[in-house]
């Protein structure tokens, strides 16, 4: 084949792997994501709720709509691939893995337990549908350019979609990844950052400042498009958009709050890693309702 | 029972009382000041606390730079960070310079528990010891870290601290004087010594307990200093016991039981047994299970000792 590499379309594989819900179902199974992700820590005692939920109508966008994928056949060569390069938001993945069908949504209950699948932070050699083991912030878009460079080697049609946080956007391998695949104008390469403004001590801009993020990623040669990450159908034509850029890897920015959905747990760093106890559970799911 | 007590947050009020003693002690952390509990610190001396966010390498090198202009560095995070992510500017900026620069890692081994392995510093100890320069030190409890953060200040060059994240029993004595380089003898006996650091030596300990009503009398030393080994007491354990057990919170590779093997092989070469955790990752868990599930239980101390002194002439 000589085509141009950058002209892979995402019709070239047979439709059928997509579930492709339409966005008011989407919104009903994020908010069935933030439930399971709520009694997921509160069973385990521990986790981190905050950027689990910040993330949620994110990942249902692309499980349950945008991404081609088969969990019977986690290992299918032409899935898209989604990773997870903040692994500390395990318990969302593992929701919206087992909502759609990779595992059983009673095995979320272990999260955390000795000899479970579902480890505090992702384990790929344990999960089905895992990507990525992560928990050390910052190494995904370098491995994301792995999976999406190989797609152009080996003339596959895939799309890889990595979930930054905004926290790591201090991270030098971030940028070091950032410049990489704009050299490579990895078209193919879709990354969104779950932006909710705030990390582990506090609020992002307090800690360390990272603004203006969109300049930053334009001056490194990326498209940008900045979105309300809480706004499905924002999500769904960002990434269609994204994927009509020829000739350069795209970011989307997705502005979110850190706990949403959660009253008690929105802008509260004391959420970021703290398990809500059977009370705050209870609260939280009547919320979620 | 005996008292439990959280070294880092011991940790925490020590760097404040240091930074009232000497206004040369600045601290550095990544993002995590309220769990390596340097937040104390930050709140007393506002001007002399930088966090540095997500940037583990960036902040040794700023502490690098600190150091060559003056200051006693401190700079913290959970061990897996502060020992992988930055080790190569460890390695050139700290150790091949000498430099005073205090890495204190809080969340060491696996007890971190179910945060799981991406957050279980195993390799940690073998990193930093594998450094020429660096003093790398593994208080077995809350009274022992206060003093050897003390120690750290008080002496120019690199160190590495590991500290634990849960709450720990304080096995040392209340006269208790921590001296760098120099293990201490927490129990007398003939038959059979245990070397261990860190959480194992409330093991150890346990484990003498039990072998003693069985007739076995066990020598049990606290190695809080890896590096450097106190070599002496090694040799003399060696040479009066005749058998080693050493039990550490780390891999087999590279930590207290490669270091103390080294001066046994070459010095005195006697029968010895490891209790440690060979040569895998563990998994999410809470930190007894998970210390049961690998072996790092005074009952395993109990076995080595057995297999050790069945090898005994
Ligand atoms: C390299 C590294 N340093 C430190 C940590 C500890 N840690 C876990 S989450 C976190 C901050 C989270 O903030 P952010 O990355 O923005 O995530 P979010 O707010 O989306 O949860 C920190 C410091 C880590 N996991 N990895």
Redesign the pocket.
Known sequence: MTEDVTAFSAQAVPPGDRLDLPPAQLEEIARKLRRHIISMIATAGSG?P??SL??ADILAALYFHVMRHRPQDPHWSDRDRFILS????APVLYAALAESGYFSVEELGSLRKMGSRLQGHPDSKLTPGVEMSA????MGLSFGIGVALAARLDNRSYWTYVLL????CE?GQTWEAALFAAHFKLDNLITMV?C?G???TGF?REVMNIEPLSQKWQAFGWNTIDIDGHDIKQILSAITQAKTKKGKPTIIIAHTI?GKGVSFMENNAKF??KAPTSEEAAKALQELQ | MTQEVSARETYGETLVKLGHENEKVVVLD???SPSTMTHFFAQEFPQRFFDCG?E?QNMIGIAAGLAASGKIVFAS??AV?ISS?CFDQARICLSQTGLDVKIIATHGGITVGEDGISHQAIEDLSLYCSLPGFTVVVPADAVETAQAIRAAAAMYGPFYVRLGRGKAPLVCPRDYQFTLGRAAVMREGRDVTIVAMGIMVAKALEAAEVLARQGVNCRVINMSTLKPLDDEMVITAASETGALVVAEEHLAQGGLGSRVAQVVAEKMPVPMSFVNLKDSYAMSGKADELLEKYGLTAAAIVQAVKSVMAKKQ
């Open positions: 981190h905050g950027g910040s993330a903040k692994g500390h938001a928990g050390s912030l910052g946080s905004d926290g790591e991270e779950d909710n705030m990390q582990l992002t850190k970021h890693g | 990544a993002d995590l997500l583990e995070s959970f960070f992510r």
